[in-house]
């Protein structure tokens, strides 16, 4: 079965500074990745996804991931931390040969210090 | 195109009694997923629809759950005999065919409170 792990329940960060979120998964076929936020009482906002090609992923609010097969890892970046960053974070997989449906990490609450 | 709704946002419910939550995708999506999200913990897969047939349940969904999704638009979720650990977050996703491609889009959830 698939895994996600999310390195750390809790992050803080300074307002500025790099944003890193760790991200490794389970698996014995290409995977298909996602990164989610969300905030309180809200749902999921997708942030990126990797399905093919380019490993280098860029998404929404300056956020990227890269997708590297060898560490099966995604993990989630930043250069410069906002305070309107400060959310759950959550890292996802599928895949091709699967039900479709996702799997989640436990996610990752950022905090974003002033 | 509005996006995943979800109805009511909130619902708390006495031990025992029944709820029934709803869920109206985006109009063009063929598939709807429902997943159940507790405290601190990511949401976890509980079913899916391909239009009107239901093609998977997760283990999770115990024989007090019923999910329907008559003429493939919107679904219902119902618990029944509701349990304090129903507790959570229910949430409804959609996709198009292929949804793997073009990412999962969520609804805001309704969060199910059983005292």
């Known amino acids: 079965a698939q895994s996600v792990t999310q390195l750390g329940s809790h992050v803080s960060v300074s307002e500025g500074a790099l944003v890193l979120l760790r991200c490794n998964y389970s698996?014995?076929?290409?995977?298909?990745l996602f990164w989610y936020v969300q905030y309180p009482n809200q749902g999921l906002q997708l942030l990126l996804k990797?399905?093919?090609?380019?490993?280098l992923v860029k998404g929404i609010n300056g956020f990227e991931a890269e997708f590297k097969k060898s560490e099966t890892s995604f993990h989630l970046t930043k250069p410069s931390a906002h305070m309107s960053d400060a959310a759950e974070y959550f890292c996802?997989?599928?895949?091709?040969?699967?039900?479709?449906?996702?799997?989640f990490g436990s996610g990752t609450q950022l905090t974003v210090l002033p | 195109d509005t996006g995943v709704s979800q109805n009511p946002r909130h619902k708390i419910t006495k031990r025992g009694q029944n709820v029934t939550f709803r869920c109206d995708p985006i109009?063009?999506?063929?598939?709807l997923y429902w997943y159940r999200q507790t405290l601190g913990q990511g949401p976890e897969f509980l079913t899916y629809?391909?239009?009107?047939?239901?093609?998977?349940k997760s283990r999770l969904l115990s024989d007090r759950f019923s999910a329907e999704r008559p003429k493939g638009s919107f679904s219902t979720l119902e618990i029944q005999r509701t349990e304090q650990g129903d507790s959570a977050m229910y949430l409804c996703?959609?996709?198009?065919?292929?949804?793997?491609?073009?990412?999962?889009?969520f609804g805001s959830g309704t969060r199910l409170t059983v005292v």
């Open positions: 996703a959609s996709s198009p065919l292929g949804g793997q491609n073009y990412g999962y889009t």
């Open positions: 698996s014995s076929v290409p995977p298909y």
């Open positions: 990797y399905t093919t090609g380019a490993t």
């Open positions: 996802a997989v599928s895949y091709s040969g699967s039900a479709r449906q996702l799997t």
């Open positions: 109009s063009e999506h063929n598939r």
């Open positions: 629809f391909q239009n009107e047939a239901q093609l998977e």
